[in-house]
């Protein structure tokens, strides 16, 4: 079943001198449950793409359909509560709010969204980010690794129908980014959620269902891992 | 408590130095505005009680009715209470012609409902008991015996009218020849008290009574009767019926100046003035908070615009930032609003207490008292809450508007525009400098509300500083201001062999308290002019055309011969037939001068003051003159309070004549002719009282000429150059005198004019001086005490000067808080880089120059937007005032400057508090915290 359906996307930053096509033309659907991977060398536009998807920036032509309904055909409102109930974004700097703390990090989408916290949901969250003894820690006192597991569980706490994750472990060791990458496909597998994960590494690419490359805004290859 | 307040909570907690900042500004623009509004209730209470005081505490008044009027009032549920007073009838008074009119009140002092206070004694309990004016009755003391016989005023057979409104112009209200007083009744009570009445017209406070004598008030008659008439005074239940309850009756009249303060009366003009003085006042001191609060909160919205940014990204709607932005705002609200209307109250309870002075100005019988209404409480806490609102909202606004992306990378802060650093600066600054330049380019609009800011302090403290100034000018420029404290004046006689003038002057000086003192004398030249056989010299001036300015013929300071006023006799000015057209072609004109001589030590620091040339000044023969110009004056015409200038340069010649008066004759006109000479006409004495025949017998003399010649023009009167009828005043030493003119020094007329830091122990003192040569002598000496007597004045024009102060002060805090947060702030959001410059090898030393080279960049174009404004605004403020008031314009340039280098100072001061703290900080940790 198809849960993402990108048409025609371009999106172009600035103007005059400093005009850049970011994308241009970019079509491509998912298919729900689908771990695909997005490559390409920095510069080519995967993060733009992948903050156009999560409704966070908006492209210049072209749509996005999730689910069978258009993501940009709401306002801003619509489009809030589209991000805090759809989409679980993890960046590749972790953007947690310093102010919070990490069960506060987590369950913050839930909170904007005045819902209640299923505690035994974010329990079971907590200890699958091996993140047990640290939840009244301010991030500034957490490892890049932790940090970067607090803004996983940030994306996975409101089960969104798509998990986006862009270079989720650009900043983290090997070992480190093998237990984020495991627990995030562990999820992809457990609740039949969709990922779509940035990322420079071979070996992680390797391990996604799908592979998409772009090269100056471009899709240059779309291969399906034959596995 | 919500996620996202719970965000903004902690944000607050967490940025403490700048939340206390924005409290503190917050506090400051709530007892601003608190202030002005308890100010007014304050000043309304007390107009208030003053009208309660001076006419009574009722609504409406019944004059002449009698028992059936009562009781129809009483069965009107719109009222609340009514107190009656029984008119008994006029008694005559100390005199044939004066009254005492006898009315009897219920007895219900203690509401004082009316106007009766008592002066000495107490009110009368029973209607034995009588309580009088103080006027007209001197011959009665309390516990006197008084018998009236009490009666009608009848006039040609015919009762006078008693309503006022009956009486056409003034008829009746005194004492007319031919009225009679018809005695009704004899009456005999006890003196028990004196009133001291406020005016006669005020008489219709307490019965229909006006005009002649004054009430004389007892108790009335047990039950209400019908025969006699009554007055009622009525209180409404609710005050605003006053007109319609009015509107269907004769012989009523409503409390006007009580409804009016109240608030109820059709006429509230007054009402209108004050508190329009007051919205707008309001409407500044918010504009200037919301500018300066929003840009706190400008700052602090785009410190956390990535922060908006995160939280956008995650779902939070527009709506759900603006919330938090908006309970921020009324987290701080809540800490500085109670804060500041506490503070704002008390500094008026505080005011008030200074302010006796400008209670005998404006002739309140009660005493100004704080009174905190709770109306304007709340409209002061509203405005301020507003204020607070429409600070935050615009930044909220904006936050909400970007999407998150540009949010969370921040790239509207930062523009790439290209920067041209000059080498000059490269070379100068090193790489301190070109980042601190191309900071401030690249950053433009995230630090243009900085600049912003900071012009801002600059342009409201120059512009309400110089505000204050002007007020200053104008009260000074409206009120004679005498500079001296105590004068003493005396005649010649006092001195002798063991004293002279100089001597007094010493012993003066030496007195308690004394500051300075000096000693004039005038060439007073009137008051020869009862000195038949004597000389006499004209109290007018002639000054040839050239040496004065335009404005002062066009203002009239200088006259035409044929304009002064002692051609004003027709029949003396027609001895001299010669038409007025030989007149216009003089190059005379003539103008009120007055000489003072001034003793020899004061009119030397004068020289010292001016730099002048001692030789020149007392030069014997040919001595120069040092004329005060500028002299202000009321001008009937343009209503305007205007400074005239005379002369036109520093060296100016002016002529006074002198003339011997032929025995036995009079002087009775003066005549100049084309060449700037005088002729006095005389004639016999016999023959000036016998009216129509002087034309005939007069003849005329040639006045002697004598040149003064003026060295030096200066515009601000010493203190013993005092207010006079001259348009130009010439300061002589008193050495000079007898060469000026002799005689003059035979009789002088002297005054001493002394300033003091404590004008009553020197007024003290100086009369005891005085005494020590007086004693067992007729000779008077004059001591008066100045200041004490312009105290009134004074009062105001210090009160004034306080309230400029205060503002100006409060303003100083908001603009000072303001600086510190803008730049602490801008640091702050830069922690993350600096940590980043320092990181990679950025020196200390360097790291100051940036800053302080940054500092420089805000604080030059803080000056370039900031005084421009300030200027126009300070000219368009002097432009206004100068319709009703001449004064020239300054700007106050030491203040900007002073202020100008304050705010460097307090940059500097700030940047190297901020720069610190963040200089303590490990720069890993900062880096780290990607989140500042
Ligand atoms: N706000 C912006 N303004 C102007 N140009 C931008 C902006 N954001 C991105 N770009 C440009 O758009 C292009 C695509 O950027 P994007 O961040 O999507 O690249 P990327 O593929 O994610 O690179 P990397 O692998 O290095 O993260 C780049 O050339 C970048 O310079
Ligand atoms: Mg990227």
Known sequence: ???????????????????????????????????????????????????????????????VFLDGSDVFDRNDDQLAIFRRRQVGLIYQFYNLIPMLNVVENITLPLLLDGQKVNEAHLKELIVTLQLEGRENHLPNRLSGGQQQRVSIGRALISAPAVVLADEPTGNLDSKNSHEIVELMKQSNRKYKQTLIMITHDENIASQADRVIAIEDGRILRDEVNGR | MNIMNRVTMRSLLKNRTRTLVTVIGIALSAALICAVT????????????????????????????????????????????????????????????????????NGNFEEKNLAIHPYEGRYPASSDEIMLSLFENENYSIGDKITLEIGDRYYNGKPVPNFYDELEDNEYRTFTKGEELRIRETRTYTVVGFYYPMSVLDAAALSSHVGLGYPAVTIADGEMSDSFAYDFFVKLKNPADANSVFANSDFVSLNETLLTYMGFSPFAVQNLTIWGVAVLLVGIIAFACILLIGNSFSISVSERTKQFGLLFSLGATGKQIRRSVLFECLVVSIAGIPVGAALGIGAVAVSLQFMDSVVSAIGLKVPLTLSVNIFALLIGIAVSLLTVLISAWIPAKRASRITAIEAIRQTK????????????????????????????????????????????????????????????????????????DVSADY????????????????????????????????????????????????VIAGINKSYVTSQAIERGSVNAPEDISRYSDAETSAIYSESPSDFDSTDYLYLDACIVFVDDEAFKSLLKQYGLNEAEYTDPKNPLAVAVDGKRHYDIHSGKNRKTNVLNSDKAQLYIYRYEVPSGMYSIADKYDKNGDEYVAFTDYDL??????????????????????????????????????????????????????????????????????????????????????????????????????MQSGLGIIDTVRAAVIIFVGIISVIAVTNVFNTVSTNINLRRREFAMLRSVGMTNGEFNRMMIYECIIYWLKSILYGIPPTFLITFVTYFIMYQTIEFDFTFPWETAAAAVAVMCILMLLTVFYAMSKVKKANPIDELKNENI
């Open chain 2, 413 to 484: 802060d930062i523009k790439n525009t290209p920067v041209k650093v000059s080498k000059l600066t490269e070379k100068l600054l090193g790489i301190s400098g070109v980042l601190a330049a191309k900071y401030y380019k690249r950053s433009k609009k995230r630090y243009k509300s900085s600049v912003i800011g900071l012009s801002l302090s600059l342009f409201l403290f120059i512009s309400i500083y110089a505000f204050g100034e002007y007020f200053n000018i104008m009260i000074s420029a409206t009120s004679d201001v005498y500079k001296y």
């Open chain 1, 1 to 63: 079943m198809e849960i993402l359906r990108v048409e025609h996307l371009s999106k172009i930053y600035g103007d005059g001198e400093n005009r850049v096509l970011a994308l241009s033309d970019v079509s491509f659907s998912v298919e729900k449950g689908e771990f695909l991977a997005i490559i390409g060398p920095s510069g080519s536009g995967k993060s733009t793409l992948l903050h156009i998807l999560g409704g966070v920036d908006k492209p210049d032509a072209g749509k």
């Open chain 2, 491 to 538: 005649i010649d006689q006092i001195l002798g062999e063991d004293l002279t003038a100089e001597a007094l002057l010493k012993e003066y000086k030496a007195a308690d308290h004394v500051t300075d003192a000096a000693m004039t004398v005038y060439g007073d030249p009137v008051s020869y002019e009862d000195d038949p056989g004597g000389y006499s010299v004209s």
């Open chain 2, 688 to 789: 000036y009282f016998d009216e129509h025949k002087q034309s005939e017998d007069a003849y005329e003399i040639k006045a002697e000429r004598i040149a003064l010649n003026i060295g030096k023009v200066i515009y601000d009167a010493p203190f013993y150059v005092t207010v006079n009828f001259a348009k130009l005043n010439l300061i002589y030493p008193k050495s000079v005198m007898g060469n000026i003119c002799e005689k003059w020094s035979d009789k002088s007329f002297t005054t001493c004019y002394i300033t003091s830091d404590d004008h009553a122990a020197t007024s003290r003192a100086i009369e005891n001086i005085n005494n020590k040569y007086t004693m067992g002598t007729d000779i008077y000496v004059r001591t008066e005490d100045y200041h004490a007597e």
């Open chain 2, 38 to 105: 308890t100010y007014i209730s304050s000043f309304y209470n007390t107009l208030t009680e003053n009208a309660k005081y001076e006419n009574g505490d009722w609504h409406i008044a019944y004059y002449y009715r009698h028992l059936s009027d009562y009781d129809q009032l009483a069965a009107n549920d719109k009222i609340a209470g009514i107190e009656y007073v029984q008119e008994l009838g006029y008694a005559k008074g100390e005199t044939e012609y004066s009254y005492n009119y006898v009315i009897g009140t």
